[in-house]
């Protein structure tokens, strides 16, 4: 990172920004062009989880080649100025790079969206069984992560 001083090095408080984020951007690679998706996702013990429909691009893509990279990001306010070039934002991000992978049983599935819905609710569900096959879990094993605020 160029700016040192905006690095956040201490995980606890990467992983704060993972747990308070409400979108994550995950990026793929089509044929050396970049693609990228804000999806809904949770996160626990260094991997990232995602539900998609079982066919699709990012599908495809993860097949193609499992290596993703993934933003999550909180605006924390925008500092506004007289001058445009004084203008910016308070805000806190993670970038990271990681393993893509299907989850395929059941059991894998199920824990997959408990991480994401405990992300987002408090709640236990119950999921019908027609809906977990029909539906795709991504799991992202995290290899890096670097955050920053500004």
Avoid at 21 to 28: M, N, T, V, Y
Wanted: glycine share 6%; net charge positive.
């Amino acid at each position: 990172m160029r700016r040192k001083e905006k690095q956040i090095t201490k995980t606890a408080d990467i992983e704060q920004i993972l747990k308070q984020g409400q979108i994550c951007r995950l990026g793929f690679v089509d044929n050396n062009v970049p693609y990228i998706v804000p999806l809904n996702y949770g996160y626990q013990d260094q991997a990232l989880y995602f539900h998609s429909a079982k066919q699709g691009r990012k599908i495809d893509l993860i097949r193609a080649n499992p290596l993703v990279c993934f933003e999550v990001d909180e605006l924390i306010k925008i500092k506004k100025a007289a001058n445009a070039c004084d203008w910016g934002l308070s805000f806190k991000s993670v970038i990271g790079t990681g393993t893509a992978h299907l989850l395929t049983t059941l059991e894998e599935k199920k824990t997959g969206l408990d991480i994401i819905m405990a992300h987002y609710s408090d709640r236990s569900f119950d999921y019908p069984l027609e809906m977990i096959e029909k539906t795709a879990v991504i799991k992202v094993t995290i290899q890096e992560m670097t955050g920053k605020q500004g």
